[in-house]
């Protein structure tokens, strides 16, 4: 399983960008997708997140900013950021609770985490 996170870039204050999370490879359903960014200087922290049912969770500092989304069935993900501010800079890395296809088969349920590499998104003044 792999995940690949695209998207970042190099953004002003009040732009936007889209960041999309691909899940490839022996993938059976996923059960959580989500965002996770780290500053310089800081802990990984959790932006947003949506589990298979289409519930969400943010971060209270992108609450109404960033909305993520993933249709069930697909395999990839979104995270719309808008009026990005010059605290969202940091390494994004993508998040996916994944059950795969031969540990569903051998009546394993539980799914395992995965991570992507990171992808920079700088917002500058």
């Known amino acids: 399983v792999q995940l690949q996170a695209s998207g970042g870039g190099l953004v002003q204050a009040g732009g936007s960008l889209r960041l999309s999370c691909a899940a490839s490879g022996d993938v059976f359903s996923i059960n959580r997708m989500g965002w996770y960014r780290q500053a310089p200087g800081k802990e990984r922290e959790l932006v947003a997140l949506?589990?298979?049912?289409?519930?969400?969770k943010y971060a209270e500092a992108v609450e109404g900013r960033f909305t993520i989304s993933r249709t069930k069935g697909e395999k990839t993900g979104y995270l719309q950021m808008n009026s990005l501010k010059l605290e969202d800079t940091g390494v994004y890395f993508c998040?996916?609770?994944?059950?795969?296809?031969?540990?569903?088969?051998?009546?394993?349920?539980?799914?395992?985490?995965?991570w992507g590499k990171g992808t920079q998104v700088t917002v500058s003044s």
């Open positions: 949506i589990i298979t049912e289409g519930s969400t």
């Open positions: 998040y996916a609770d994944i059950i795969r296809n031969s540990d569903y088969d051998a009546g394993y349920y539980d799914g395992m985490e995965y």
